[in-house]
C-alpha cells in the first residue's frame, strides 16, 4: 500500500508544538494550537515589493468556536524556513491576542522569541533563524510548491462599457450596463440617450 503524501498543513501542524514551545520558553502564556493552513492573506497578498503581506492572524474571536485562532501563510513563500519564519510572527499574535495589533505586548513577546525588526516586519534574527533551520531539518522537505508567476496568470473579467449617445445633441457616455436618462442639452433641449455602441469584455490584470 502506497505512503500516504504529508501535505503542506500536517507538515506545519508538526511543527506548531516546537514553535509554540519558543514561545513559551520566551514567556508567553500557554495557548490553544491555532488552526494554521497555506492560503493568501485578506488584504495585499498579490502586492509588489514592502507593501506585500505574507501571512495573517484572525484572532479566534473571529471563528464560529472562539477555541481557536486561525493563520494564514501566503504561498509565495519559497522555502519552509520562510513559512516558519513567518509562522512564528503569526503565532506571537495568536499568543498575545489580535486585539494588541504590534503595539507593546506583540513587541515585548517578539523580541523574547528571536525576532527582529520593525514590528510589522519583523523576522527572524541569527538565533532564531538556527532554531528554525535545524526544525525544518527535523521535519523533512516541506511538500510545497511555490507560486512564483502568479501575477501573469491571475486575472479578473472587466465589464464592458456601453456607449449611449445623446439623440439630439451626440453628446456621448461610456457606462458598464443599462444606462436610461433624459439629457439637457446645451440649447436647453432635452432628449434621451440611446445605445450607440457595446463594447466586448476583456481581460485586465487583477489588482495588488
Not at 514551545?21 to 495557548?31: R, S, Y
Not at 485578506?42 to 477555541?67: F, M, N, P, Y
Not at 510572527?89 to 513577546?109: D, R, W
Request: glycine share 8%; proline share 6%; with cysteine.
Amino acid at each position: 500500500m502506497p505512503t500516504a503524501t504529508i501535505t503542506r498543513e500536517a507538515w506545519l501542524a508538526k511543527a506548531m508544538p516546537i514553535m509554540k514551545k519558543w514561545l513559551e520558553d520566551a514567556g508567553a502564556k500557554p495557548f490553544p494550537d491555532p488552526q494554521i493552513s497555506i492560503g493568501f492573506p485578506s488584504q495585499r497578498g498579490l502586492a509588489t515589493g514592502k507593501r506585500r503581506v505574507l501571512a495573517q492572524c484572525w484572532d479566534k474571536s473571529a471563528t464560529e468556536s472562539k477555541k481557536q485562532s486561525v493563520i494564514f501563510i501566503s504561498p509565495i513563500h519559497l522555502s519552509a524556513v520562510e513559512v516558519v519564519d513567518s509562522a512564528v510572527h503569526e503565532l506571537v499574535h495568536a499568543a498575545v491576542g489580535c486585539i494588541h495589533g504590534h503595539k507593546k505586548p506583540f513587541k515585548e513577546l517578539a523580541k523574547a522569541v528571536g525576532l527582529v525588526g520593525p514590528a510589522r516586519s519583523c523576522g527572524a534574527g541569527p538565533e532564531l533563524l538556527i532554531k528554525i533551520r535545524a526544525l525544518s531539518k527535523e521535519l523533512g522537505p516541506f511538500p510545497h510548491d511555490p507560486l512564483v508567476n502568479f501575477r501573469t496568470v491571475l486575472k479578473r473579467k472587466r465589464k464592458g462599457k456601453n456607449v449611449y449617445e445623446c439623440k439630439h445633441c451626440g453628446k456621448a457616455v461610456r457606462v458598464a450596463g443599462e444606462f436610461k436618462a433624459i439629457h439637457l442639452c446645451d440649447d436647453g433641449k432635452k432628449a434621451e440617450f440611446v445605445l450607440r455602441a457595446k463594447d466586448d469584455e476583456g481581460d485586465e490584470e487583477s489588482d495588488d
